[in-house]
Nanobody, 123 residues
């Protein structure tokens, strides 16, 4: 049974940094993509970043490019989202998700999801 557990959210001032973690278990993830998404109140769930577990190839939404970095630790089956230069508009619940095959930006194409972690950026 696949399980994804996010951690690392919290309250931070604008301009600050946070690192989110997503601990994955329940399968061998070498042929899978890991995605990060976020959802603000009253808004749709949006793509943030993704990484291919085997190659390390990364993808980013334009809104976070050059501020966020996604990485993975194969030995510990953990994916990270390092967030810097945070803005109030980054406030949302952040979710990690996984799917077989290539990474995509469409949340409905991901099969498994974590419970989410709240990130709040104050101005």
């Amino acid at each position: 049974q696949v399980q994804l557990v996010e951690s690392g959210g919290g309250l931070v001032q604008a301009g600050g940094s946070l690192r989110l973690s997503c601990a994955a278990s329940g399968r061998t993830f070498s042929k899978y993509a890991m995605g990060w998404f976020r959802q603000a109140p009253g808004k749709e769930r949006d793509f943030v970043a993704a990484i291919m577990w085997s190659s390390g190839t990364t993808y980013y939404a334009d809104s976070v490019k050059d501020r966020f970095t996604v990485s993975r630790d194969n030995a510990n089956n953990t994916v990270y989202l390092q967030m810097s230069s945070l803005k109030p508009e980054d406030t949302a619940v952040y979710y990690c998700a996984t799917r077989g095959g290539i990474a995509t930006m469409r949340p409905y194409e991901y099969d498994y999801w974590g419970q989410g972690t709240q990130v709040t950026v104050s101005s």
